[in-house]
T-cell receptor
Framework: GAGVSQSPRYKVAKRGQDVALRCDPI?????LFWYQQALGQGPEFLTY????????KSGLPSDRFFAERPEGSVSTLKIQRTQQEDSAVYLC??????????????FGQGTRLTVV | GNSVTQMEGPVTLSEEAFLTINCTYT??????LFWYVQYPGEGLQLLLK?????DKGSNKGFEATYRKETTSFHLEKGSVQVSDSAVYFC???????????FGSGTQLTVLP
C-alpha cells in the first residue's frame, strides 16, 4: 500500500478484555516496529521485527503484551487482560533497511486504545 | 542504549518569528539523528535527518546540524508559519540500538 496502515483507529476495551491491534506495513519493508505513546509523551519502543523474526522485545511492559508477524508482513500486537494503564496510542512503523535505524521509519496513524 | 533530552513546551510564537527547539542526546555508538513532526490529527512524519557529524539536515525551511562535540541536534527555522503548528520530536536512532528513542516532544503553536 501507499503507507503504513493500522486498524482499528480507535478501540475501547473493558478492563480485563483482550485486544488485538493490526499493522499493515509498506510492502517490501523488512523492519517493523511497535511503539506505545502515552498522552503528552513521546513514543516508547515496544518491539522490533526483521521479516518474521522478533529480534527485540525488550520494551514490552509485561507478559500480557505479545506481538507476532508470522509471514513477515502484517503484524499483530495483542494485549491480554487489559488494564487502565494500557490506555495509549499504539504506533506501528516500518522501514526498508535492516540493521540499525539509519533509514527513515514510516509511521502509521496509530490505534488509540482506551481501557475503561 | 540511546537517550534524548528535548526542550519542553509548549512554545507559542507569532508568525515570522525565529524558532529554536533544543535537543541533546546520549548514545552508545554512532547514531543517526532525526526530527519527526506530528501535525494535529496526523501520524508522525520525518521532518529531517542527519547521519554523521557536521551534517546539516533541512526540509521545509527547518534545519538541524549534527554536533557530535556537544551531542546536540537543535532544530531551527528562521520564519515560522501558522501551518508549522505541531508537535516536534527529536530522536536518535541506530548506533547500538535499532529503534528510535524519542524525546517527550515540543508543542509549537504559531499565532497569525
Amino acid at each position: 500500500g501507499a503507507g503504513v496502515s493500522q486498524s482499528p483507529r480507535y478501540k475501547v476495551a473493558k478492563r480485563g478484555q483482550d485486544v488485538a491491534l493490526r499493522c499493515d506495513p509498506i510492502s517490501g519493508h523488512v523492519s517493523l516496529f511497535w511503539y506505545q505513546q502515552a498522552l503528552g509523551q513521546g513514543p516508547e519502543f515496544l518491539t522490533y521485527f526483521q521479516n518474521e523474526a522478533q529480534l527485540d522485545k525488550s520494551g514490552l511492559p509485561s507478559d500480557r503484551f505479545f506481538a507476532e508477524r508470522p509471514e513477515g508482513s502484517v503484524s499483530t500486537l495483542k494485549i491480554q487482560r487489559t488494564q487502565q494503564e494500557d490506555s495509549a496510542v499504539y504506533l506501528c512503523a516500518s522501514s526498508l533497511e535492516t540493521g540499525n535505524a539509519r533509514s527513515e521509519a514510516f509511521f502509521g496513524q496509530g490505534t488509540r486504545l482506551t481501557v475503561v | 542504549g540511546n537517550s534524548v533530552t528535548q526542550m519542553e513546551g509548549p512554545v507559542t510564537l507569532s508568525e515570522e518569528a525565529f524558532l529554536t527547539i533544543n535537543c541533546t542526546y546520549t548514545a552508545t555508538g554512532y547514531p543517526s539523528l532525526f526530527w519527526y513532526v506530528q501535525y494535529p490529527g496526523e501520524g508522525l512524519q520525518l521532518l529531517l535527518k542527519a547521519t554523521k557529524a557536521d551534517d546539516k539536515g533541512s526540509n521545509k525551511g527547518f534545519e538541524a546540524t549534527y554536533r557530535k562535540e556537544t551531542t546536540s541536534f537543535h532544530l531551527e527555522k528562521g520564519s515560522v508559519q501558522v501551518s508549522d503548528s505541531a508537535v516536534y520530536f527529536c530522536a536518535p536512532g541506530g548506533g547500538s540500538a535499532r529503534q528510535l528513542t524519542f524525546g517527550s516532544g515540543t508543542q509549537l503553536t504559531v499565532l497569525p
